[in-house]
């Protein structure tokens, strides 16, 4: 079978969430580093030895033939700027009196190592999709009153993880969860580094006592999901705090609009504003034969002074009245119309 992972299982009596013992991700991690260095130097080595002997040409780059829009064969000099950063350190031939800083010919790579440190952060970054796959795979078995009780997982031949974990229901029954890895490959323009990109995957079925009610994979997703919420929701009432400082002056804008609005709607009501608004009728509308009508005029003035008087009663209880303001402001109410209508509505 292999090396059994040594772990007490005293250490599960309480533990509902499954969570691969860090010895068994250490030999994973290990195993992708390992075969994607090597990957990486077979590469290194190969384009270390295309670029001497392209020097040793008189060339001073690589090309392929491509045809163009009038059905010509012709050269398409490579550029190689896209695998600069990435898992191999590259030095290029410097171009005299460059037009940019760097001064790199890109067409002219000279020779590459392996950056290690990078390959390794691309092997842990590949060994926790690996390792959350497992562990979402045996808590999609375990139910949330479920109780692991052992891990049984050791590594098999070529670094594979297989074995069992043990656990208990809530009535007591005892039940094993079976998993074993499999591994896939993806190389060169293939894979996700361009290199080489290990793939896992695992199967898992669960024998014994049956698993019953929700699992813990799921209030994970829910927990996870949840989170998401709270953190977007908690985003948004930060934002809307930028928009506190301009609501907190609306009862006093709405205040002073009112009083402009009905000191010009009562002056629009008087004999001279009358008159007025006849001269100003009869000058736009005298070439239709059309008449002013002093009562519909005499209506709307009304409508429109009752509701300034109104907004005037009713914003009286927010102004210099904070705390109140304060309470009405939220994510459904931060805008003057808002304000407008919890007012005309108290």
Not at 60 to 74: A, C, D, L, P, S
Not at 200 to 214: I, L, M, N, P, T
Not at 269 to 276: F, S
Not at 316 to 328: D, G, S, T, Y
Request: with cysteine; charged share 30%.
């Amino acid at each position: 079978m292999g090396e059994r992972s040594t772990l007490n299982p005293n250490n599960f009596a309480k533990q509902m969430t499954f969570k691969l013992p860090t010895e068994l991700a250490k030999h994973l991690e290990q195993e992708i580093y390992e075969k994607l260095t090597s990957a990486v130097e077979l590469r290194a080595a190969e384009w270390n030895g295309d670029w001497t002997a392209r020097e040793q040409r008189g060339e001073t780059y690589h090309f392929y033939m491509q045809i163009n829009r009038k059905g010509e064969e012709v050269e398409k000099k490579i550029n190689w700027f896209k695998h600069v950063g990435g898992l191999l350190n590259i030095e290029f031939f410097q171009i005299p009196n460059p037009t940019w800083s760097s001064g790199n010919d890109y067409y002219r790579p000279k020779s590459c190592i392996v950056n290690y440190e990078a390959c390794r952060e691309n092997a842990k970054a590949q060994t926790r999709h690996s390792v959350g796959l497992l562990e979402s795979r045996i808590n999609g078995h375990l139910a949330v009153t479920d109780k692991i009780t052992d891990i049984n997982l050791a590594l098999g031949n070529g670094y594979f993880i297989e074995g069992f974990v043990i656990g208990t229901t809530e009535k007591g029954e005892e039940f094993k969860i079976y998993t074993k890895m499999i591994w896939n490959y993806r190389y060169g323009a293939n894979s996700a580094n361009g290199y080489l990109t290990q793939y896992v995957q695992f199967r898992s079925d669960r024998r014994g006592a049956r698993q019953e009610g929700k699992t813990v994979l799921q209030r994970a997703t829910e927990a996870e999901i949840q989170a998401k919420k709270d953190a977007k929701q908690a985003e948004l009432v930060a934002k809307n705090e930028s928009k506190w400082a301009r609501f907190v002056v609306l009862p006093d804008q709405i205040n002073r609009w009112a009083d402009k609005q009905i000191k010009k709607h009562e002056k629009m009501l008087t004999e001279a504003g009358i008159k007025k608004e006849e001269e100003n009728y009869n000058k736009m509308y005298n070439w239709y034969n059309a008449k002013f009508d002093l009562e519909n005029y005499k209506r709307w003035v009304n409508e429109e002074l009752t509701e300034a008087r109104t907004y005037k009663e009713r914003v009286q209880k927010f102004l210099n009245n904070e705390p109140v303001v304060r309470e009405m402001f939220s994510l459904t109410c931060n805008t003057r119309d808002d304000f407008k209508a919890r007012v005309w509505n108290s």
